[in-house]
């Protein structure tokens, strides 16, 4: 490249013919090793931050899938009971909170008419096994079980709890229009290959919660 | 290019290339890789920005939600209104007087939070604003809003995620 016109003046470039192959070679050549080496940190460098991104963004992704699936039946369902389950892992033992008692507890059981019959979901907290997964328990109108995993590695034993309108717990009793918080606290290494920071970044996004709040529709 | 492997000794008054030509390659070689990081980093700045944008959209539409919630039975007499009663949500016309039955009636609260993004260090507070207003009085219809105000932690920007509805009384 040439800065100014008066470059091609210079005397002594006129009569020199060229760079030799071995200049040629070994400029080429160095010339490869950083660029190559440059490029090649580059390209690590994009990995780690897309990495970094990726830990952040697949990390809730489940779940906020299954917080979507739960809000759409919140929202059509007519009855909704929060309850627990007398034997663990098994949605068939499902127990709404009765009485004065404020509805919270790992299960929720969810009608599409004010009648308590098929069909019907529960969803559950499933403890029986080491990494609490969030199970939907479906039962068609044919009376027929479907289980879906939702997501796992919830260390939070009350997920679901109904609230009024100023975030006080109430009861079952319908009488209320309750609005259903949902909180999933996970205990998680979504995406081990990541390293940040101290310790190999192995604590790191270790926790984090989800919350929402549905209310049904047809309030009555 | 000239093959002269004979005369590699005779280089010695040649000239090169000068001073000012390796600084500004160098210059423009480091311009194209900044571009190329900026450009990653920026990426990653976008991607952190749309999962705390989306937690504070889930925040707007909680605080929706709740204010739904609220009971709203147009039917019962006599008219009341305040937590616990047939109209849960206390309005206020435009000269500051209580009444639910003024069609410019509104009212407007707010909620402390924390965005839900797997992070490490501090929390990312939240405020959210949420207004309730008249829609209009026959048929009976409001509006609810709820603006969550957020900072970006990398530059400090505020933000504001807004989910708004309307609804009508309790059946």
Redesign the interface.
């Known amino acids: 490249m040439k800065l100014f016109q008066n470059i091609q003046s210079r005397p002594r470039r006129m009569n020199i013919s060229a760079f030799t192959l071995i200049e040629m070679m070994i400029s080429v050549g160095i010339y490869l090793v950083i660029f190559i080496g440059v490029m090649i940190a580059i390209q690590i460098f994009a990995l780690r931050i897309y990495t970094i991104a990726a830990t952040k963004l697949t990390a809730t992704a489940d779940a906020r899938k299954a917080l979507n699936q739960i809000r759409d039946d919140i929202r059509q369902a007519k009855t909704l009971q929060v309850g627990n389950l007398l034997t663990p892992g098994d949605p068939t033992t499902f127990q709404a909170i009765s009485g004065n008692n404020g509805a919270q507890g790992g299960a929720l059981q969810i009608f599409q008419t004010t009648n308590s019959v098929v069909p019907y979901t529960t969803y559950y907290l499933d403890t029986s096994v080491p990494t609490n997964y969030l199970r939907a328990y479906m039962v068609d109108s044919n009376s027929a079980a479907t289980t879906v995993t939702l997501v796992g590695y919830i260390t939070n034993t009350i997920v679901f709890d109904a609230e009024d309108f100023q975030g006080n717990l109430v009861t079952n009793n319908l009488v209320n229009n309750q609005v259903y918080r949902m909180i999933l606290q996970f205990s998680q290494w979504e995406y081990p290959i990541a390293f940040i920071g101290t310790n190999q970044g192995l604590n790191e996004y270790n926790y984090y919660q989800l919350r929402t709040r549905v209310c049904r529709r047809a309030l009555d | ?5 004979a ?2 000794n005779g ?1 010695a ?3 090169a290339f ?1 001073l ?2 390796i600084l ?2 160098f210059l423009i070689f480091g311009m194209t ?1 900044s571009g ?2 900026y450009g ?2 920026q ?2 700045r976008m ?2 920005l ?2 705390m944008s ?1 937690a504070a959209q ?1 925040i707007a ?2 605080g929706m ?7 709203w039975d147009t039917q019962m007499y006599p008219i009341t209104n305040g ?1 616990g009663t047939a109209d ?2 206390r309005l206020y016309n435009n000269a500051g007087v209580q009444t639910n039955q003024d069609v410019t009636s509104h009212t407007n609260y707010s909620q402390l939070d924390s965005l ?5 260090g501090s929390p990312i507070y939240i405020t959210n604003y949420i207004t309730v207003t008249n829609v209009s009085l026959y048929p009976p219809l409001r509006q609810i809003r709820s603006d969550c105000v957020w900072t970006f932690p990398l530059d400090g920007k505020l933000c504001t995620n807004t989910a708004i509805t309307q609804r009508a009384p ?2």
Do not use: G, K
Request: proline share 4%; glycine share 0%.
């Open positions: 290019m000239t093959l002269r492997l005369q590699v280089r008054s040649r000239a000068t000012m030509e500004i390659s890789v190329l990081i990653y980093v990426a990653n991607a952190e749309s999962s989306l889930s539409q909680q939600e709740q204010a739904i919630s609220a009971q937590p849960e949500i839900d993004v797997p992070s490490t309790d059946q």
